[in-house]
């Protein structure tokens, strides 16, 4: 596998600290390295007075905290760890940081449904519609929990409906695969897709299983109870360069379950 490099975006809230957990259980499994983010909010205000802020006794305790996390992090799970902080637009930065880091994935925290200060639905969901790579978001609540089951939602079908790190996740840890689609069962492109599939799964000797939402239903809602039935911890799912305005319910599911929201076609 090649290596890949984790962005985790904190405010040193409990939600980020899951985050942060969940990307260092991953970095280690697959020897990966993890940023840890912290990106000061800053009017637009002139250089001298950024100057000021940046020196400001807040933000050095910020910076020493992050400094405490990554020395700990870095001699308790030998996981290759580092820090970043940056000053001014929350979502321009953490674009900007994800270009220059040369990130493969952002983890970001929330509070969940009942969400407060930035970590909020509204608040995750025009994150991920910020960067272009792929996002995992965590909850406050979420369990740690071995990946036994993953859930793949497809609403819309890419070309590739099976991601190479979702099956390097599925190898790794021999999940069982759980292809949800909301599309018609015995469409032309959905069985040839299916049967595609289903012969790569084959090769890996990987189990796997297909089932379809009924368009009749709440497709979210019958998601999520899916995703909880089969105890899954993470659901995946593609936005396909589209907005994910209409995918708040699953990013801050009442479940608690991780999600990771490619970007693709």
């Known amino acids: 596998m090649e290596k890949k490099k ?7 809230t409990e939600a980020s600290d899951r985050a942060l957990k969940t990307a260092c259980l991953l970095a280690s ?3 990966n390295e993890v ?8 009017a637009d205000v002139d250089e001298n007075a950024k100057r000021i802020i940046a020196s400001s006794f807040f933000n050095r305790d ?5 400094r405490e996390t990554v020395e700990q ?81 497809i609403d819309e079908f890419p070309e590739e409906v099976l991601n190479p ?47 379809n939402i009924s368009e009749h239903t709440d497709k979210l809602k019958s998601l999520e109870e899916f995703a909880s039935g089969k105890k899954s911890p993470l659901i995946i799912t593609n936005r396909n360069n589209k907005p994910v305005d209409t995918m708040v319910q699953i990013l801050t599911n009442r479940h608690h379950i991780e999600v990771l929201c490619l970007n693709s076609n």
Not at 35 to 42: A, G, N, T, Y
Not at 122 to 137: D, H
Request: aromatic fraction near 10%.
């Open 62 to 66: 910020i910076k020493h905290q992050l």
């Open 29 to 31: 499994e697959f020897n």
């Open 73 to 153: 992090i870095a001699s308790t799970e030998k996981v290759q760890i580092s820090y970043l902080t940056k000053e001014g637009e929350l979502f321009n930065e953490i674009k900007k940081a994800t270009s220059e880091t040369g990130a493969d994935i952002l983890f970001i925290g929330t509070h969940g449904v009942h969400g407060i200060q930035h970590l909020t639905g509204s608040f995750i969901a025009k994150t991920v519609n910020t960067v272009s790579i792929p996002v995992w978001i965590t909850q406050k609540d979420t369990p740690v929990e071995r990946y036994e089951n993953l859930i793949i939602y």
């Open 6 to 12: 984790f962005l985790v975006a904190t405010d040193l």
């Open 35 to 42: 940023i840890l983010l912290h990106i000061f909010e800053v």
């Open 165 to 211: 790190f979702t099956l390097e996740l599925a190898k790794k840890y021999s999940c069982d695969l759980h292809f949800v689609i909301t599309e018609p069962a015995n469409a032309f492109h959905v069985t040839e897709i299916i049967k595609k599939t289903s012969e790569k799964l084959d090769a890996e000797e990987l189990n796997y299983t297909f089932t």
